[in-house]
């Protein structure tokens, strides 16, 4: 079966750090574009980051850059988001899942599938 699962989500004070996981099984990460995204209540789901098979190519939303990093270790078949200097309005589901690239740039369109993303609340 072909899974793409988020883990590492919880409760987390402003200002705190948080690393999520998108650990893909039944198929490799290698050569794939892979997209973060998120929903806040009552929002609609929105781009966070994305990066092509190789960490050097990465794309982030204005509203996370400087404090998430998006990263992949093939070896673990996994893409990471580690995020810092959190803050409320980053309160979401956070969900990963393949995206699509346009001459070596990775572009966060919506993937067809979602998983059940893992939750981030950001509160003091």
């Known amino acids: 079966q072909l899974r793409l699962v988020e883990s590492g989500g919880g409760l987390v004070q402003p200002g705190g750090s948080l690393r999520l996981s998108c650990t893909a099984s039944?198929?490799?990460?290698?050569?794939?574009?892979i997209g973060w995204f998120r929903q806040a209540p009552g929002k609609e789901r929105e781009g966070v980051s994305c990066?092509?098979?190789?960490?050097?190519?990465?794309k982030y939303a204005d509203s996370v850059k400087g404090r998430f990093t998006i990263s992949k270790d093939n070896a673990k078949n996994t893409v990471f988001l580690q995020m810092n200097s959190l803050k409320p309005d980053d309160t979401a589901i956070y969900y990963c899942g393949v995206v699509t690239s346009v001459q070596g740039v990775c572009v966060m369109t919506p993937p067809p599938y979602w998983g059940q993303g893992t939750q981030v609340t950001v509160s003091s």
């Open positions: 039944g198929f490799t990460l290698d050569n794939l574009p």
């Open positions: 990066v092509l098979s190789s960490s050097s190519s990465t």
